[in-house]
């Protein structure tokens, strides 16, 4: 039986955030349904290029066109062994989605990757209380108001608490999606 995740993606998502896990973890032999909120499977979101080029922020530019594998309305939560969470400016508006909201809370118990802006829909779910989390710096705000812990950790790693694995950006995806693995009890052999 193939083991599934779902990723929960939507417009200018950030595009390494989305095309490298989703990658990665089907080529460990996952499932990842990626979905987004009023899409269908084969629908489109827009991707956005973060980049760190010496700004007081990031810069953005357009990315990619991510293909939906999956439809929203379809998803069983209980069918699948955990969710990624990538960052971007989707998971600031995802967050005003109830259903989206609900969906998050369902993997309370489970696997959950999140990363980047990702903490903004994490703190909305109100399921980080207590709990030690990575996001990116400007989102610190978000994870303290929500009672969790910002880890305040480099941009190319990660933390786990439990069963939850965070990170700041993209440039942590080598530990971030490692942690990852080994939380959901998948190995890597070479």
Same mark, same amino acid.
Not at 4 to 26: F, H, N, R, T, W
Not at 102 to 118: N, Q
Not at 124 to 134: E, F, H, M, N
């Given at each position: *039986?193939?083991?599934?995740?779902? &990723? &929960?993606?939507?417009?200018?998502?950030?595009?390494?955030?989305? *095309?490298?896990?989703?990658?990665?973890?089907? *080529?460990?032999?996952?499932?990842?349904?990626?979905?987004?909120?009023?899409?269908?499977?084969?629908? !489109?979101?827009? +991707? %956005?290029? !973060?980049?760190?080029?010496?700004?007081? +922020?990031?810069?953005?530019?357009?990315? !990619?066109?991510?293909?939906?594998?999956?439809?929203?309305?379809?998803?069983?939560?209980?069918?699948? %062994?955990? &969710?990624?969470?990538?960052?971007?400016?989707?998971?600031?508006?995802?967050?005003?989605?109830?259903?989206?909201?609900?969906?998050?809370?369902?993997?309370?118990?489970?696997?959950?990757?999140?990363?980047?802006?990702?903490?903004?829909?994490?703190?909305?779910?109100?399921?980080?209380?207590?709990?030690?989390?990575?996001?990116?710096?400007?989102?610190?705000?978000?994870?303290?108001?929500?009672?969790?812990?910002?880890?305040?950790?480099?941009?190319?790693?990660?933390?786990?608490?439990?069963? &939850?694995?965070?990170?700041?950006?993209?440039?942590? !995806?080598?530990?971030?999606?490692?942690?990852?693995?080994?939380?959901?009890?998948?190995?890597?052999?070479?």
């Amino acid at each position: *039986m193939v083991k599934k995740l779902l &990723l &929960l993606a939507g417009d200018y998502v950030e595009d390494y955030e989305i *095309m490298v896990p989703y990658q990665a973890l089907s *080529m460990l032999g996952y499932q990842v349904d990626a979905v987004c909120p009023g899409r269908k499977k084969g629908d !489109h979101v827009l +991707t %956005a290029i !973060h980049d760190f080029e010496g700004a007081q +922020t990031y810069s953005e530019k357009p990315g !990619h066109r991510f293909a939906l594998t999956a439809t929203f309305d379809d998803v069983r939560h209980e069918e699948y %062994a955990g &969710l990624v969470i990538p960052g971007g400016r989707a998971p600031e508006y995802l967050r005003l989605d109830a259903r989206v909201i609900a969906l998050v809370r369902a993997f309370a118990d489970r696997p959950v990757a999140a990363i980047c802006h990702a903490a903004q829909l994490l703190a909305a779910a109100r399921v980080i209380a207590g709990r030690t989390v990575s996001a990116y710096p400007a989102c610190r705000p978000d994870v303290e108001l929500a009672d969790g812990i910002y880890a305040d950790i480099a941009i190319d790693a990660a933390v786990t608490d439990g069963l &939850l694995v965070t990170a700041p950006a993209w440039p942590a !995806h080598p530990a971030w999606l490692a942690q990852f693995i080994a939380v959901l009890g998948a190995r890597v052999e070479i």
